[in-house]
């Protein structure tokens, strides 16, 4: 979608390592989403962080938002092989639409 | 944990042929989506619903029908199917439109 991004397009590390996906959006949103797709699943929520939050843990992951730079990030402390999956953002808007973006591959080697 | 059900897994079927991909879900929820997903592309919305007997047309509409038949039921049509339907399909249910997306595990589709 051209509404929500994430970058870079893919990712490698190695287990134990910190890792950071980026998106950035362009329209006003009521919320932002992350998700997490591994091969063979479909998408599964890992984090909501609302228009008038900044910053929101779920365990190793943090993912903040900036409204006035329309951007947010997802960070993984610690990773692990299981980590091993395409990342996506969706933005929430005012019409009840969630867009996601491309989706971002990250691999965690052991 | 939401429970969302795709039927077939798996599908081939010839160009010009008639598809059904069923999704049914348990949660109660309101809203229903098909998505298609390709290489390069993430999701794209195709239809969605807000509820029995309603449809919203999403951002990749031609070449797909959609039918909410009841809350649970969402069925997503292709008439006339072509190669460029080749894709990944997933059925997902929200609760409203601004809350957690939960996904089924996909419908493969292949148009030869």
């Known amino acids: 979608s051209q509404l929500a991004e994430e970058n870079p397009w893919a990712l490698s590390v190695h287990e134990g390592e910190s890792v950071t996906v980026n998106c950035s959006y362009k329209?006003?949103?009521?919320?932002l989403q992350w998700y997490r797709q591994k091969s063979g699943e479909g998408p599964a929520q890992l984090i909501l962080?609302?228009?008038?939050?900044r910053e929101k843990r779920n365990g190793r992951l943090r993912a903040t938002l900036d409204t006035s730079s329309q951007s947010s990030s997802l960070s993984i402390t610690a990773t692990r092989c299981e980590d091993t999956a395409v990342y996506f953002c969706?933005?929430?808007?005012?019409?009840?639409?969630?867009?996601f973006g491309d989706g971002t591959q990250l691999v965690v080697k052991p | 944990e939401a429970a969302v059900t795709q039927s077939p897994r798996n599908k081939v079927t010839v160009t010009g042929g008639n598809v059904t991909l069923s999704c049914r879900q348990t949660?109660?929820?309101?809203?229903m989506y098909w998505y298609r997903q390709d290489t390069g592309h993430g999701l794209r919305l195709i239809h969605y619903?807000?509820?029995?007997?309603?449809?919203q047309i999403g951002d990749v509409p031609d070449g797909y029908k959609a039918t909410r038949t009841t809350q649970e039921d969402f069925f997503l049509l292709l008439e006339l199917a072509s190669p460029s339907q080749t894709s990944l399909y997933f059925c997902?249910?929200?609760?409203?439109?601004?809350?957690?997306?939960?996904f089924g595990k996909g419908t493969r589709l292949t148009v030869v």
């Open positions: 619903s807000y509820g029995a007997g309603n449809l």
């Open positions: 949660n109660s929820h309101n809203y």
């Open positions: 962080i609302r228009s008038n939050e």
């Open positions: 969706a933005t929430e808007n005012n019409n009840n639409r969630i867009f």
């Open positions: 329209t006003s949103i009521t919320a």
């Open positions: 997902a249910s929200s609760s409203t439109g601004n809350t957690e997306v939960f």
